[in-house]
Each structure stands twice: as structure tokens, then as C-alpha cells.
């Protein structure tokens, strides 16, 4: 794809469009009557199109002399009979298309004999279903007709305004105009659907969830997540819910986790089945924060669009802040500030890179775009707004929102847009603080030193580049770092603001004992405390909330994985957390130790470390046990599964993996397991399990694919840990098999290329089959397992693993490649180093944990 753009002065007002949709032979036929205006005469009109058959043109009445093709910019050049001068103009097209099954544009999708129609346009897919304007600022008016077959559901943005028999088993259904959207947001599917009951909020909007056959009682708790969320984002926007209807739709193949049409936003199946009596509390709160964001895009994205894709962040950063304001809300007995804390690491990883990128920054078309939907663009985004919002105050801020949704409403808008109104409701020079934070990227890594005063601490500051190789060439960026101070006096513990607007800076604490840099983890920095500030703060811990807990193990791992201290330090304040009980902390500490256990381990040391990791969770199996109780907490219930895989897997309990194998050979007999354990128990159970177990991990599948999503991706998932080097490579065939959706291959992939026993042969499978199953798929699904392979440390993988790499440098993974190659370098370099400094380290440790 080249750099092309639609010129400015033919602008789309209305598009009357309709699918003749034949899911047996997987065809489209299609007609568009396209309302226009010209700002100056035109000898020809250029719109999008991408594998579509154009079979007529008529301009305002008059049928057109030709078309062209062009299949670099994805155009069709309509050539009119006579000029069109300047005003008001009738484009009508007819054309014929696929039903492709690359999950993008107009799509299939098929669950056993059940054939779906669905449509995914974002980034720029619409014009592989009709002719269109395909680019965000040209919002437009749709009315759309749908003819299928009359045993089947039709589904769109709007209403169905009409439905009439055409004869031969076939029904056109008509659907009311859209309000102004942009072409990435129309939506429809045909379907053997079934609806849950309709619900209202208390504003009377409809609220449904569509869903495959046999699925629908399941999906009521996904229903109501819509009218809650919903009910939450009204008075908080200040704008009522801007569409007619509120439909939530489970396709059986989307690539993406949900799409936020308006009026019918579009789902993987799990997301939307996760019922409370099968669903274990982690899938739930991954259910309402995922639909919380969607219905968030219905005013950030949908009511307010981006003008171009290098302001992608507007709608994803705002969707996934105020999405989790919204989840944690609703939800207190949650603790969900945690969660979003937790999640941040995906960010500070990627955004520690020479090749990531900013969080606003020029996309020259939508191949480049495509390779933004990461962390920075959400995750960063997030975290960097909510980092102003406690700046500037959570009221001033929620009033800047409102001037800018309503000032924006059904148009098209920047950051620059955004700074303005959230200036003019807090009367800051918020444009000031934001512009480093979203123009440039990275984030500061914050030096602390702290000398004792007479009264207190004295702490310096310097703040440099955050780099994950410790080789490269640091910058001359300076950010202003809001930061909330901690520190404990005898009176008790004391939050206070400060700002470092330059490289250095220093602060008094008056009566300070210990401190902390980042209170709240409201902060978007990492940090790295001298040795008087390490000592001072380790008697303290207790005095830290979670998330200040969550915000310390993460900067101290950053540190270590980015060779700025070494693993001992890591260690040491492992050691210091025995008998830390909170969920999150102890599921953060879970992944970093996981992390050791694959890539720097030996089996010199493995003995000593899995004795640590043991003397750490197993109090806590101790303590939860592993039946569910009905007085258990969400918490709980969330930590009794991560310990188990903690100690199953990570520390390699027998006991536990014959529990847990037990407890699998009686729910595969009939009694069933808890949602809350089911999921690590059959996990930690599969690890030594044989090819009988395999089979049957294959074999429930199937027996559950149509009745329990939750119980089929439960068993999917644990295909990866077999142990056995014949049933790895028997995973890493079956992944690209009928077995497995095409849609999960990429979760199943990048998962085992990560993990010590099923790295290798995964990797072969993947090299062996790049050209013809990798290479064709969506561009999400090849970015994915792009950077899985950077997680492919062992020495002798490093050298082909980068050529690869190397070749993958183009179009749509360009970006995507360079990070991985980058990924890797400082990966493989990070493991080798603390592998060596392992031994001693843990005997270190494991001393200290022993007293």
C-alpha cells in the first residue's frame, strides 16, 4: 500500500447501500446510491476499493465512460460522461465482491453447519465490502438493506425499520438511516443467531446480546454489563447514549477482541458467554472491562472520530481510561485499580524501546496505523491520561470531556481539540504538560538519592531515558513528571505533590523516616532508589498500598531485565514480600518469576529457586485451600487459581500436580470443578500428562464447542503445557488444524513460544509454515506471533530467529518487526546475565527467606 489520501473537495453526505449476501457460495452482490458534494469541478472521482468487482457507474443520472483500478492505493477512478462542477452530485455503483475468510472486510465465519456473514472494517476494510470514502474524516449518513437468507438473523448499526418476503426462501431487511459515522464503523452480519431477552436502561435505550445457537442464556451477564455501563457513561459524558439501540454481537471467528460499532458492537464469542455459573471471576472482570471500553467508543470514537489515524490514541487511550473508570466504579469489591497498575507493564515494556513510538504520531496510511493498536496507543495512553487527571483534578477534568464531546459531536477532532477544552474547564496550561507525554516517545526513568537531614530527608532527582538496552545511546528528553511523594513520619504517612519539570531537581521531607516516589502509581516513569532509600523503605513495605507494592516490583524488574541492577535485588525484595497476601501483587510477582523460570533458570539452580518460589505460595494455598468457599471474596477466588499454577508449575509441586490431575479425572467424570480453579487445575494437570490426555483435552473441545465457550477455552489453552517433547510437537501441529480456530492460533502461538518446553518445536512449526498459513492472515494475527518470537532467548535460537525477523521488515509489520528484533536482542542479553548472577543471588535469598 502506498501513502495515498483521498483529496479533500469530494466529500460524501449519505450512502444508501445493499448486500445481496449468498452464505452458501460465500458471494455479495451490491448496489450504493452515494450522496456527494464537490468543492470545485471534477473530471473524475476517486473512492477506496479492494477486490471489488465494479459492474456499473452512473453520475447523476448519466451512465460513466469507464473505471480504473489501482490496486497500490486501493482505488477505483470512476470517469464521468462530463465534468461535474462544483455542488451537490448522485453517485450510484453496483458491483460484485466475496465473502472472504480473512476475518477482514465482509467475512465468513462458520460454527460446525452454521454459516455467519460479519463485517470487521477498522482500519481501513470497508472498502473491501462496497465503494466508499474510507477514511475517518469523511463521515457520512448510511441506510443499509440486507437480502439472505429468511431463516437467518440480520443485524446492523440501526433499527430494522422493514422487512419484506422477497419469495424463494430469501428476506430483504431494511434498516433505519445512521446518524453521521465514519466508514470503519458500519457494521452488519446474517446468522442463525439467538438474542438474550431485551433490557432497557433507565433511559430506555435496547439492550440486546445476539449470539450462536444454544448460547444465549449464557450471555445475560454480558447483557446487563451493557445497560450498567451504559447507565454509568451517560451523566458522566453528560451526553445521552447517541444511537437507537445497543446490540452486542458473538461471532464464532473475529480476530479482534471487540469492535465498537455503534449500535452493534461485535465480540468473540467467549467475551460475551462469560455467565457467572461458568465463568471464573478473572474472565468476568475481563468481560466488563472489555465491553466498558467498547460502549466508552460509542462518544470516543463513534460520536467524536479521529480525523487520521496518528490520532488513534484519542479513541483508545479514552476508552480504556474512563472504560476502567467506569469497571471499578461499578464494581468496588473488585479492588480494579490493581488491575489497571498490573496491566501497565505491557506499556512500559514496548515504550522502553528505540523503535516504539509516540503516542500521537504521523501514520502515513493505515498499514503503519495498523501496527498502533499496542500498549502505547492504549495502555500508555491510559495511564499518561489518567497521570493529567490527577494533575489537574478528577471534576476539571471530567468537565473538559464534556466540553469536548459536545463541541465535537458527530464530527471529526484532534488532541490539540482536546487539550483545548480540558485548559478551558481547569484553567491549566494542560497542553504544556501533555505534549511531551503524547508527541514524544518513551518515558523518564527518575534517579533518586536520599541524604538525612536534621529533620528529615533530603531526596535529589535526575531523570534520564528509560532504555531496556543499557548499551544504547541515551537521548536529551526531559519530561514533566508529576509525581506524588510517600513518605512515613511519626504522626503517620504523608501524600504530597511535587513536579520535576527539568533533568534534575531536589525536594525536603520534613520528618521523614522512608519514602517512596510514585504514591498511587499515578505516575507514568519508572524509577530507581539509591541504597539509604532501598534500606529505609524495606521495613516499610506494609505501610505501601497495593498498587505502590505493584509499582515498586515493577520498576525494581524493569531495572533488572534492563541490566541496571542486578537480579539479586530483585530477589532480595522477593524475599522481603513472604507473606505478602495481596491478589495482584502476588499474580505480578507470579509472571516475572515465570518469566525467570523460562528464560534464566539452569538445572543447577533450579532446585534453590523452586524452594523460593514455593516458600512464597504455598502459605497461600494454605490458607485459601482449593475449594471454593461461599464466603470468598473476588480476591480469593482470584488467587486461589494463580497459586496453583504458581506452585504447579512454576515451582513444580508434586503434590500439587497430582491434586490438580486428580481433580481433572473427576470434572472430566462429572463433577464439575469451579470456574474459579477449573481453568489452573486443568492447566497444571495437563504438564505430565500423555498422549490419552492430550486426546482428551482434544475430545472436550469439541463435546463443549457449541453449549460452554468457557470450558472449550479452558482446554484450548492447557494445549500448550504438555510437557512431553512428542506432545509439543503434536501442539504445534494442531494449531494450525481444523482443531483450532483461525482466530485463536495467534494466542496459542505467541503463549508457547514463551515457554521453556514448547519453544523450539513451536518455532519450527511457525518458520515452516510463515509462507502459507502465517503470511495470509489478518494483520493483527501475523503482528502477534511477530513479536511472540521475541521471546525466544536460548542462544542457539537468537542468530535465526533474527534473520527472520529481518525479512519481516516490510508493509504491515515493519514496525512490528524492529521492536521484536530489538525485543530479542535485549531479551536474550537480560537472560544470559542473570543466569549467571542466578546462583548466587538465590542462595542469597533463599538465607534470607529461611530466617
Not at 477506496?48 to 486501493?74: C, P
Request: with cysteine; glycine share 6%; charged share 25%.
Amino acid at each position: 500500500m502506498n501513502d495515498f489520501r483521498l483529496v479533500k473537495d469530494v466529500r460524501p453526505k449519505r450512502y444508501e447501500l445493499r448486500f445481496d449476501l449468498d452464505i452458501e457460495k460465500w458471494s455479495s452482490q451490491g448496489t450504493a446510491r452515494i450522496e456527494l458534494t464537490t468543492a470545485r469541478a471534477q473530471r473524475e472521482i476517486v473512492l477506496h476499493s479492494l477486490d471489488l468487482k465494479v459492474t456499473r457507474a452512473i453520475v447523476d443520472g448519466t451512465a460513466a465512460t469507464g473505471w480504473t483500478y489501482d490496486s497500490e492505493s486501493q482505488t477505483v477512478t470512476i470517469a464521468p460522461a462530463s465534468q461535474v462542477a462544483p455542488g451537490a452530485h448522485v453517485l450510484e455503483l453496483t458491483w460484485d465482491g466475496d465473502i472472504k475468510d480473512d476475518l477482514r472486510g465482509l467475512y465468513r465465519s462458520v460454527r460446525g453447519e452454521e454459516h455467519y456473514a460479519a463485517t470487521q472494517f477498522e482500519e481501513a476494510s470497508a472498502r473491501a465490502a462496497f465503494p466508499c470514502f474510507d477514511e475517518p474524516e469523511f463521515k457520512a449518513r448510511f441506510s443499509v438493506e440486507l437480502v439472505h437468507d429468511a431463516a437467518l438473523v440480520a443485524i446492523a448499526n440501526a433499527p430494522i425499520e422493514e422487512q419484506k418476503d422477497l419469495g424463494g426462501g430469501r428476506l430483504l431487511t431494511r434498516f433505519k438511516e445512521m446518524p453521521p459515522i465514519s466508514t470503519y464503523l458500519v457494521a452488519f452480519t446474517v446468522g442463525p443467531y439467538e438474542a438474550t431477552p431485551e433490557a432497557r436502561t433507565s433511559t430506555g435505550v435496547p439492550v440486546r446480546v445476539w449470539i450462536s445457537p444454544g448460547l444465549a442464556e449464557s450471555a445475560v451477564y454480558a447483557r446487563d454489563v451493557h445497560v450498567r455501563s451504559l447507565e454509568w457513561l451517560e451523566p458522566y459524558t453528560a451526553i445521552p447514549y447517541p444511537y437507537a439501540k445497543c446490540d452486542g454481537i458473538g461471532i464464532p471467528d473475529f480476530s479482534a477482541g471487540a469492535m465498537e460499532n455503534p449500535g452493534a458492537i461485535t465480540y468473540r464469542t467467549r467475551t460475551l458467554s462469560a455467565d457467572k455459573r461458568t465463568a471464573s471471576v478473572a474472565v468476568l472482570k475481563g468481560a466488563f472491562s472489555t465491553i466498558a471500553h467498547e460502549l466508552t467508543h460509542m462518544w470516543w470514537g463513534d460520536l467524536v472520530t479521529m480525523a487520521w489515524w496518528n490520532d488513534l490514541w484519542l479513541n483508545e487511550s479514552f476508552a480504556s481510561f474512563v472504560g476502567d473508570k467506569c469497571t471499578m466504579a461499578l464494581n468496588p469489591e473488585w479492588g480494579f485499580d490493581r488491575d489497571i497498575v498490573q496491566q501497565a507493564a505491557s506499556a512500559f515494556s514496548l515504550d522502553s524501546l528505540l523503535s516504539t513510538h509516540a503516542i500521537s504520531m504521523d501514520a502515513k496510511n493505515v498499514e503503519e496505523a495498523s501496527q498502533r493498536f499496542d500498549a502505547v496507543s492504549y495502555i500508555k495512553g491510559q495511564l499518561v491520561l489518567r497521570m493529567i487527571e490527577g494533575w489537574v483534578g478528577e471534576a476539571a477534568f471530567r468537565d473538559g470531556v464534556r466540553i469536548y464531546l459536545k463541541r465535537h459531536r458527530e464530527a471529526n477532532a484532534t488532541a490539540d481539540d482536546f487539550w483545548r477544552a480540558l485548559a478551558e474547564a481547569s484553567g491549566s496550561d494542560v497542553a504544556g504538560l501533555a505534549h511531551t507525554w503524547i508527541r514524544e516517545p518513551g518515558h523518564p526513568l527518575v534517579r533518586c538519592t536520599a541524604s538525612q537531614t536534621a529533620d528529615g530527608l533530603e531526596i535529589r532527582f535526575r531523570q534520564e531515558r528509560m532504555l531496556a538496552d543499557p548499551d544504547a545511546k541515551q537521548t536529551d528528553q526531559v519530561w514533566p513528571v508529576p509525581m506524588v511523594l510517600v513518605y512515613g513520619t511519626a504522626s503517620g504517612v504523608v501524600r504530597e505533590r511535587y513536579r520535576l519539570d527539568s533533568r534534575e531537581g531536589n525536594v525536603k521531607l520534613a520528618g521523614a523516616r522512608w519514602w517512596s516516589p510514585n504514591g498511587g502509581a499515578q505516575g507514568f516513569f519508572r524509577y530507581a532508589l539509591d541504597e539509604r532509600s532501598v534500606t529505609l523503605l524495606a521495613g516499610a513495605l506494609g505501610a505501601l498500598i497495593p498498587v505502590e507494592r505493584l509499582d515498586l516490583l515493577g520498576c525494581t524488574w524493569a531495572l533488572v531485565r534492563a541490566r541496571k541492577i542486578g537480579v539479586g535485588a530483585f530477589l532480595e525484595l522477593v524475599a522481603s514480600l513472604r507473606g505478602e497476601s495481596d491478589r495482584a501483587v502476588l499474580q505480578t510477582l507470579s509472571a516475572m518469576l515465570e518469566w525467570l523460570n523460562d528464560n534464566a533458570v539452569s538445572d543447577a539452580t533450579r532446585p534453590a529457586f523452586e524452594k523460593l518460589v514455593d516458600s512464597i505460595y504455598r502459605p497461600q494455598l494454605e490458607a485459601v485451600g482449593w475449594d471454593v468457599r461461599s464466603d470468598d471474596s473476588p480476591d480469593e477466588r482470584e488467587k486461589r487459581s494463580l497459586v496453583i499454577v504458581a506452585l504447579g508449575h512454576t515451582a513444580a509441586a508434586a503434590d500439587v500436580r497430582a491434586e490438580a490431575r486428580r481433580r481433572l479425572d473427576a470434572h472430566l467424570a462429572g463433577a464439575r470443578m469451579s470456574p474459579d480453579i477449573a481453568g489452573a487445575t486443568i492447566a497444571v494437570a495437563a504438564r505430565e500428562g500423555d498422549g490419552a490426555l492430550f486426546d482428551t483435552f482434544l475430545r472436550r473441545m469439541k463435546e463443549v464447542e457449541k453449549t460452554d465457550a468457557q470450558e472449550e477455552a479452558r482446554f484450548k489453552g492447557a494445549l500448550t503445557e504438555f510437557a512431553d517433547p512428542d506432545l509439543v510437537r503434536r501442539f504445534a501441529e494442531t494449531v494450525f488444524s481444523d482443531a483450532i480456530r483461525v482466530q485463536d492460533r495467534y494466542l496459542l502461538i505467541e503463549k508457547a513460544l514463551g515457554q521453556r518446553h514448547a519453544r523450539a518445536a513451536t518455532w519450527q512449526e511457525v518458520r515452516a509454515r510463515w509462507d502459507t498459513e502465517i503470511a495470509p492472515l489478518d494483520p493483527t494475527s501475523k503482528q502477534r506471533i511477530i513479536t511472540g518470537t521475541s521471546q525466544l532467548t536460548p542462544k542457539d535460537l537468537v542468530p535465526e530467529v533474527n534473520a527472520f525477523l529481518e525479512g519481516q521488515r516490510t508493509g504491515e509489520t515493519q514496525e512490528t518487526a524492529a521492536q521484536a528484533i530489538e525485543r530479542l536482542r535485549t531479551a536474550a542479553a537480560s537472560a544470559e546475565r542473570i543466569a549467571a548472577d542466578l546462583p548466587s543471588a538465590l542462595e542469597r535469598a533463599t538465607a534470607r527467606v529461611a530466617v
